[in-house]
């Protein structure tokens, strides 16, 4: 089946960085017919689309690539996370699933119904979300093959204001929340980014959201793959929902090419 849009691209980097940007949520497209699924009409997808998407992220990993001294390399899903979302793990470990939003959302980010609530993920799994797993896994093996470490940084953003969707929403949103993982993110790590960026604003660890994505082949296992979650809030850079990027853009790729520099 031919897609409309690539599902996913790996943009080359310098052959000697480790340093793999992964832009997981920037995109909004979804081919025609898994949107046949989706039960909004056009406007009330326009307006999900306006509040899950990391609008912009792709832009600011693109620019911080072009600042970088060393280029790193970039992973960007081209599909909208409404087709399915890379990073969820595919399974009953999966928190999200409480709320309808395991690998294939059935709700929404007001927690309405995005699809039914009986859909069968397994189609949308074996389409999108292997595919995109093991090209993700093998984007790191390059990396370790190369220089012998890999060092994912998520790009992510998120609202200034909680959504209905949010289990953890109680908890402080600073302008940069570095998501960290017990194994795959190191103390050197973490401290480089709290160092690169707080010329953005306040950073503050795992509040609203925690964690950070490795690909599940080296999840838990190797020590050689270190990882950190980057959620921008988004009014430090765009209007929201979805609207268009400003001036803070320049300052957070700046900030994140140090990031890549340092590490």
Avoid: K
């Avoid at 081209?78 to 399915?84: D, E, I, K, M």
């Amino acid at each position: 089946m031919t897609e409309p849009v690539p599902s996913y691209e790996l943009l080359p980097g310098a052959a000697e960085s480790p340093v793999l940007l992964h832009v997981p949520h920037s995109a909004r497209a979804i081919p025609e017919d898994v949107r046949q699924g989706i039960l909004l009409d056009d406007a009330a997808l326009e307006r999900e689309l306006d509040h899950i998407t990391d609008a912009h992220t792709d832009r600011i990993a693109e620019r911080a690539a072009g600042l970088a001294g060393i280029t790193p390399w970039r992973f960007v899903n081209r599909l909208s996370r409404l087709v399915v979302d890379p990073e969820r793990f595919p399974d009953e470990r999966e928190e999200m699933l409480a709320v309808g939003m395991g690998a294939v959302y059935t709700r929404t980010t007001h927690r309405g119904e995005l699809r039914p609530a009986e859909t069968d993920p397994g189609p949308l799994v074996e389409r999108y979300f292997r595919p995109y797993a093991r090209a993700m896994t093998e984007a790191v093996a390059g990396r370790l093959a190369a220089t012998g470490r890999a060092v994912v940084i998520d790009v992510h953003s998120y609202p200034a204001e909680p959504l209905p969707y949010e289990l953890h929403a109680a908890g402080e949103r600073p302008a940069v929340c570095l998501g960290t993982d017990a194994f795959h993110t190191p103390p050197d790590l973490r401290e480089a980014a709290r160092t690169a960026l707080a010329e953005c604003g306040e950073t503050g660890l795992d509040s609203p959201f925690s964690g950070t994505y490795v690909p599940l082949e080296y999840y838990g296992r190797d020590r050689r793959v270190s990882a950190l979650m980057v959620e921008i809030r988004r009014d430090t850079y765009m209007a929201e929902p979805g609207g268009p990027a400003g001036p803070g853009l320049e300052q957070l790729a700046a900030a994140l090419a140090s990031l890549v520099d340092a590490v």
